[in-house]
């Protein structure tokens, strides 16, 4: 087995696939870990306010807890697709920033946390 | 079996002596890693250092430390008899025959798992502790309420872990679970003190690329390496009489278990069993599969 081993050598290192795999898995699982309990509660609000001005959908809507240095950061990304602005009546009227300051959201893109 | 000064209970050592045990956990979260091998390992490690020691089973429901330990048939009274107060401690403890400062505390076998009530174990550890050096907790896997149970009252944890993804993550969880649910972590006291053994570990393999080595755990897990025991055939033939590894001269894992015993203690030892045995040119090119 070991000349074998020895011809095909990529069939070997699984430990650096595991090594890999537990990197990524523990990445998240850590930071979901710390996450406080009030985030699923929070995010569901915030959606119920957000959609009394704006069309929103409830994966619009992202809360996440960050760290940066000591400081703790509550991140909150709010999607909103300019096709589906809700005319409020006597209410404050939703004024959409200039094009520039507008800018797509990309959902794959890693939200960058603030230095 | 004297009362000494004030004392509660002196049952174990010279009257007058003071004692003030270190609680230690042998804990994993994944089953089958090798927590009461090493529980009784390091316990009877500690024993031969002089150490008083007492090693308790909280695996209620599977009591196997006593089997491991050599003493299944010396069971009168165990832990939740102790807790709730149908037996005295001193009627409860095993003295090991084979090392004087060695007691086995056994488990219940039939009774509920939740039988392990908080402030009973509270009780009988505080009782203990006036009597000896280190108390050795070897926790039930999983993360359910034994084995926090378990970790609850810990000053130090031996994460108990093999080279393997499944053990790794376990591990990595139940370390989370120390830092945010042990009486330290409640009590904002300083935090359980947590080390790495490494366990079943095959140096032969981890050349190969086949298994985790130890950098790796250690740089996945990050927090300090305590041993490495080698997979060795010993581990099953200690087991297979009832008898803690560390009492076999011979054997490699028994080595790196009193290795890992000096070390926690705060002696330096080299790490041992982590490079691979030399081999003949033949074994080489021919080697087992």
Redesign the interface.
Same mark, same amino acid.
């Given at each position: 087995?070991?000349?074998l081993?020895l011809l095909f050598p990529e069939r070997?290192?699984? *430990?650096?696939i *595991?090594?890999d795999?537990?990197?990524i898995?523990?990445a998240h699982?850590?930071a979901s870990?710390d996450a406080p309990d009030f985030l699923p509660a929070l995010q569901k609000e915030l959606v119920e306010v957000v959609a009394r001005y704006v069309e929103i959908r409830g994966d619009m809507l992202r809360v996440n807890v960050g760290r940066s240095g000591d400081t703790s950061l509550l991140e909150i990304n709010v999607e909103i697709d300019r096709a589906l602005l809700r005319p409020v009546e006597n209410g404050p009227v939703f004024s959409p920033p200039p094009a520039a300051v507008m800018r797509r959201f990309e959902p794959d893109t890693p939200w960058v946390k603030p230095g | 079996m004297g009362t000494a000064g004030g004392r509660r209970h002196r049952f174990v050592g010279e009257e007058g002596e003071v004692y003030l045990a270190k609680i230690i956990v042998l804990t994993s979260g994944k089953g089958g890693v090798g927590k009461t091998t090493s529980a009784a390992a390091i316990a009877a490690g500690l024993a031969l250092r002089g150490k008083r020691t007492v090693v308790i089973d909280f695996d209620v429901g599977l009591r196997n430390l006593d089997l491991i330990m050599g003493c299944e048939r010396r069971v009168v009274f165990d832990f939740i008899n102790v807790i709730n107060g149908d037996a005295k401690l001193n009627q409860a403890l095993i003295k090991d025959k084979r090392n004087d400062n060695l007691y086995v505390f056994p488990t219940s076998q039939t009774r509920d798992k939740d039988a392990l009530k908080r402030d009973g174990v509270e009780r009988v550890l505080d009782e203990l502790k006036d009597n000896f050096d280190y108390i050795v907790c070897d926790s039930p896997a999983g993360i359910e309420h034994g084995a926090i149970t378990a970790l609850y009252f810990a000053d130090s944890a031996i994460i108990v872990t093999n080279p393997e993804v499944s053990s790794v993550r376990d591990s990595d969880r139940i370390i989370g679970i120390l830092a945010s649910k042990s009486r330290r972590a409640e009590h904002n006291l300083d935090p359980v003190e947590v080390h790495l053994l490494l366990t079943r570990y095959s140096t032969e393999r981890v050349k190969r690329g086949e298994m985790l080595s130890v950098e790796d755990v250690k740089e996945i897990l990050s927090i300090p390496l305590l041993g490495v025991i080698p997979e060795s055939e010993s581990v099953l033939r200690a087991s297979n009489t009832g008898t803690p590894v560390v009492f076999e001269p011979e054997s490699p894992a028994g080595r790196a278990y009193v290795d890992a015993v000096a070390r926690f203690v705060g002696e330096q030892r080299e790490m041992r069993f982590v490079q691979p045995e030399r081999r003949s040119i033949f074994r080489t090119f021919f080697g087992r599969a």
């Open positions: 087995m070991r000349l081993d070997r290192n699984s *430990a650096g *595991a090594k795999r537990l990197k898995v523990l699982e850590r870990r | -």
